[in-house]
Structure formats: structure tokens, C-alpha cells
């Protein structure tokens, strides 16, 4: 599968660039509905809104210049996307990279229900990514990643195959998606 960018509405709001799909943005809803939420890798802000809209809390990270950043000022459209979705209050943005900030929360000993990544997409980052998000989630939590198979991303398949063989509890296009 390759995925394409392209501006989407969520709901009636301002359109936010993204490569997610329709049926990837529907399971990353219902897995954030009450949850506290990590996301690794923000972008413009189309995920950190589509979970914010319903989550109890989403802690967005991107450095906004690391591997892989977008074309732009990326926190500029992030910060003014979350303010017209009227998301400020409930999606915290936090700019960094994923591995000190997830070795952060796994020291504190925080706990969330969904962790969802889209950052780095390097075999060696996702694997240190999903290694890291496995010890913040809660039983019965959700670790999701995405561009699982997406052509331009081999690393992300690299590094899930090699920690999880057994595969996904589910897939949803790209969306690989693990119950811990
Ligand atoms: C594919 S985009 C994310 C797309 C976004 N989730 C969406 O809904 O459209 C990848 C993002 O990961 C960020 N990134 C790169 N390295 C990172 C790291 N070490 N930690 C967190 N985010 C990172 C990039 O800056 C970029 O904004």
C-alpha cells in the first residue's frame, strides 16, 4: 500500500494535511475514546486532533525538525490547528524527540491506555520507540503504529516482525494495532 498526503477535514473543521485513511482515522478514534493517550509524531496536528476531539488527554511529541519532518513550520500549523479544532486545553504539545521522553515516562512509571506511533520510521527508531511505549501502557492497553506495509516505510514492518513474529491483534490498512 502506498499512502498519499493530502488535505482532510475532521468533521466540519479546517482541513489538516496527512497520509492517514479514512479507515486508519475511524480505529485510532475508537482506540483513544476516555483513554490518556502518547503520540509520537504530531506533524500538522490530523491524528493529535482526531484523537483529542475524543481521548481524556493526548501528549503530542515531535521535535518539528527531526528524521523525516514535514515541509513548513510544523509546529506553527500544529499549535494554530489545535486552537481551531479548540483542542489547546486537551492536547498537550510537547517538542522533543520520542526515545527521552518516553524513557521519561517509563522512569516515572506513567501509565497510558494508547500509545500511537508515527514518528521515526527508521527500523532502529520504531524499534526503540515500540520497545519504550510497551512499558507506559496499561493492561488491556493499545500500542498502534502506523505505516505498517506502506511502501516508502520498510523500517516500520522491519522492526514490528522482528518484536512482535506472532503479527497484530489487528490491521487496518497501514494501522498495526497491539493489545497489551
Ligand atoms: C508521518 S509524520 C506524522 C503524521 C501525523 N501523525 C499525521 O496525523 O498526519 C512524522 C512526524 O514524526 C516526527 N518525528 C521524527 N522523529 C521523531 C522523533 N524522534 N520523535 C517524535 N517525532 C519524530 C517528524 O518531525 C514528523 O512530524
Redesign the pocket.
Known sequence: MLLSWREISVGDGRP?????TEAETCELRSLAVDGRVV??????????VVMGQVAEHVFA??????????AGD?LAHLRANLAAYDLSHKVSVVV????EVLSGLCRAGALFDLV?V????RKD?VRR?VELAWWVLTDGGALAC??YREESCDGVEAALDALFPEGPSRLVDTLWVKTR
Open positions: 489538516i494535511s496527512t497520509s492517514l503520540e509520537v509524531g504530531s506533524a500538522y496536528g490530523y491524528s493529535s511529541i515531535d521535535p518539528h525538525g527531526g528524521f523525516g519532518s514535514l510544523s522533543a524527540r520520542s526515545a500511537f508515527d514518528g521515526d520510521h527508531s520507540d502506523h505505516d
